[in-house]
């Protein structure tokens, strides 16, 4: 098995091309793993504080266009 240290390793001699291309594939499952959280997050109720928030602002008057 491969440990992180060795993986770094071989990262470092990878041409620029393949080097982008593995940020980009990190960063997609990053984002991929983030929105999986939020979802979870809006079923189970933990960001219902955020709707109401904006209602109230938007009940206050206090929203601006955009």
């Given at each position: 098995m491969?440990?992180?240290e060795n993986i770094q390793t071989q990262i470092k001699t990878l041409p620029h091309?393949?080097?982008r291309k593995l940020a980009h594939?990190?960063?997609e499952q990053?984002?991929?793993a983030w929105d999986k959280e939020i979802?979870?997050?809006s079923q189970?109720?933990?960001l219902d504080f955020l709707i109401e928030e904006a209602l109230d602002?938007?009940?206050a008057r206090?929203?601006?266009g955009l």
């Open positions: 491969k440990t992180a091309g393949e080097y594939w990190f960063s990053d984002w991929k979802e979870k997050d189970a109720g933990r602002e938007k009940q206090k929203l601006r």
